[in-house]
C-alpha cells in the first residue's frame, strides 16, 4: 500500500525517536546511529532534515521551541503530534505484517545472466559468495559484541534477520555456480555454445532463427513455447 503522506522509511524511523522524546534533527541523528539503525535504514544528514520538513509540512510533528548553544547555529527541536503517532503505528504494522515485492539487484542480475558466458558467470558468483561470508562474519562480529555488553536481541533482531537472509542469499549462490559448473542447471550447455558461436562471428540473430542447426537438441530451450491448441 502506497503511503498516504511520507514513505522514506527514514521519516519512520524519525517519528520512533520522537515518540520517545522530543529531539532537535541532529540528536535523531546522533540517536539512530549509536543504534546501528543506518545499517537498515538509509541516512545522511541531507535527507534527514528534508524528511523532518516533510513530517512537519504533513502535520506528523511540530517545532516545539529553538534553542542556541553558545556560538552553534540555531537548532528547532521537534515534538510528534497525535496524528504522527497514528501515522508511525499504522505503518509499522503495515511494514511487519504484509509482505511487499522487492526488486534486488541480484534478481535484476540473474534475470539477464544469458547475456555472459556460463564460466565468467560462475567465477562472478563464487566472487559473491566470498563477499557474502565476509559480510556475515562482519554482522555476527557485531551481534557478539552487542551480546557480550547484554544488549538483548529485542535491539538486535534487524541484524539477526540480516544474517539469516545473507546465509540464505550464500547457500543459493553457491549452488547456482556448482550447477552452472557442472551443467547440471538445464540449458547451461546450449548458453556456453551460443556465447562460443558468437564469438566465432556468428550473429544471436543466426542462432535464433534456427537454434537446432546450431545447437543440436539443446537448441530447444531457445525455441519459443508451443501455444496451446
Not at 539503525?37 to 504533513?58: A, D, R, T
Not at 541480484?106 to 565476509?134: F, N, Q
Not at 540473430?205 to 530451450?221: F, K, M, N, Q, T
Request: aromatic fraction near 6%.
Amino acid at each position: 500500500m502506497a503511503r498516504r503522506r511520507v514513505s522514506n522509511p527514514l521519516a519512520l524511523a524519525v517519528l520512533s525517536c520522537l515518540i520517545e522524546r522530543p529531539m532537535h534533527p541532529y540528536e535523531i541523528s546522533t540517536t539512530l546511529r549509536e543504534r546501528g539503525k543506518e545499517h537498515s535504514i538509509k541516512l545522511n544528514y541531507g535527507s534527514l532534515y528534508s524528511v523532518v520538513e516533510s513530517l512537519q509540512k504533513h502535520g506528523l510533528i511540530t517545532a516545539q521551541e529553538t534553542t542556541r548553544a553558545g556560538r552553534r547555529p540555531e537548532r528547532t527541536v521537534y515534538a510528534i503530534t497525535d496524528s504522527g503517532r497514528a501515522e508511525f503505528e499504522d505503518w509499522l504494522s503495515e511494514l511487519l505484517s504484509t509482505p511487499v515485492r522487492e526488486y534486488t539487484s541480484l534478481e535484476a542480475g540473474l534475470s539477464l545472466i544469458g547475456g555472459l558466458p556460463p564460466d565468467v558467470v560462475a567465477d562472478l558468483l563464487d566472487t559473491r559468495v566470498e563477499k557474502l561470508r565476509a559480510e556475515v562474519g562482519s554482522v555476527e562480529g557485531m551481534l557478539a559484541g552487542a551480546r557480550e555488553q547484554g544488549v538483548p536481541d529485542l535491539f538486535l533482531i534487524e541484524s539477526v534477520f540480516r544474517v539469516r537472509m545473507l546465509r540464505a542469499e550464500e547457500e543459493f549462490v553457491t549452488q547456482l555456480s556448482r550447477d552452472i559448473r557442472s551443467s547440471a542447471l538445464p540449458g547451461t550447455k546450449a548458453w556456453g555454445r551460443v556465447h562460443q558461436l558468437i564469438a566465432a562471428g556468428t550473429s544471436f540473430e543466426e542462432i535464433s532463427a534456427d537454434p537446432l542447426r546450431y545447437l543440436g537438441e539443446e537448441g530447444r530451450v531457445l525455441l519459443p513455447p508451443e501455444q496451446p491448441n
